[in-house]
């Protein structure tokens, strides 16, 4: 893997209704995350939080907006300023690791990496699969949206944000962790045949077993890989301070594994890490967690 890493903090909660995810970049680095990565051998390069041009409003926060869609203009902006961010990175050939933040982010960053890449692949490691649009999301939160605009559907703003089109094929798309699909996201998982985990695929699996599965589709497919993990991927007892938890979700043992493994395939070539929520937290452990995942995608070992 790359050793040169940007950390851009993706300081947004426009994406939902719950303040506070905007401060989940800076809880991420109190927690160690620049320390952690440099034991690793890693040359560490913070750049800084993206916040755009709007800021944070508790009395406007989550106006419907476009199609009905909450905050449509300042994830737009936020969007496009962290596309041009995370380029800037891919361009100077190092290995950007955007912190959220709520994972509407990904519209942005997955905007700014797929120029580089003729076929990007993109393992999505969550609870959710947020591949809504504006018609089948049942709430209007675009950060249930990022990878279904990634992979050309939804709003053609966000579509066409950075560059025009489609920023990755669906065949390129494998989800992990899946427990809280809409019937809209159901529909477009099969109707596009994407290769998906649920929780109970890894607990009957194994996690090394749904790993060895996710890398080989994947491997011979794509000429770079980008890891969007939430951290509510991970089940709320291990990561209480996140907006949407769902219960029956991956341990930090599983999600340590599944890193490990990637981090041995040499695939991955970006990483979002979102959804870290400090007012929710308790004692920043979900942003010690999230420390303790990125350290294991850059190599860290139990022994």
Not at 9 to 21: D, E, M, N
Request: with cysteine.
């Amino acid at each position: 893997m790359n050793h040169k890493v940007d950390i851009i903090g993706a300081s947004t909660c426009f994406g939902q209704p719950k303040l506070g995810v905007d401060f989940g970049p800076d809880a991420i680095r109190y927690a160690g995350l620049v320390k952690a990565l440099e034991i690793q051998g890693m040359n560490v390069e913070d750049k800084g939080n993206i916040t755009g041009q709007y800021k944070v409003d508790p009395t406007l926060h989550s106006a419907k907006e476009e199609m009905g869609l909450l905050n449509f203009e300042q994830v737009k902006d936020f969007s496009t300023e962290l596309a041009e961010e995370v380029e800037s990175s891919v361009k100077l050939g190092r290995f950007p690791l955007i912190l959220g933040g709520d994972h509407s982010l990904s519209i942005g960053s997955i905007a700014g990496i797929s120029p580089h890449y003729e076929n990007l692949g993109v393992i999505w490691y969550d609870a959710h699969g947020d591949l809504n649009d504006s018609e089948t999301s049942p709430s209007g939160n675009i950060h249930g949206m990022p990878l279904a605009v990634a992979c050309g559907v939804g709003h053609e703003s966000f579509v066409n944000l950075h560059q025009p089109g489609v920023k990755v094929k669906p065949e390129n798309v494998v989800l992990i962790g899946m427990r809280d699909l809409d019937v809209g996201e159901r529909e477009y998982i099969k109707e596009n045949d994407i290769l998906t985990f649920t929780a109970t695929d890894v607990r009957e699996k194994g996690m090394a077993g749904v790993m060895d599965e996710a890398i080989a589709y994947l491997k011979d497919k794509v000429d770079g890989l980008h890891l969007s993990l939430d951290v509510d991927g991970l089940d709320p007892l291990e990561t209480p301070g996140t907006g949407t938890p769902v219960d029956g979700g991956m341990s930090l043992s599983e999600t340590q594994l599944a890193m490990r493994m990637l981090n041995e395939s040499d695939l991955v070539t970006s990483m979002d890490l979102v959804e870290v929520n400090p007012l929710l937290d308790e004692k920043n452990i979900t942003a010690e967690k999230a420390v303790e995942i990125a350290s294991f995608l850059f190599g860290k070992k139990q022994l």
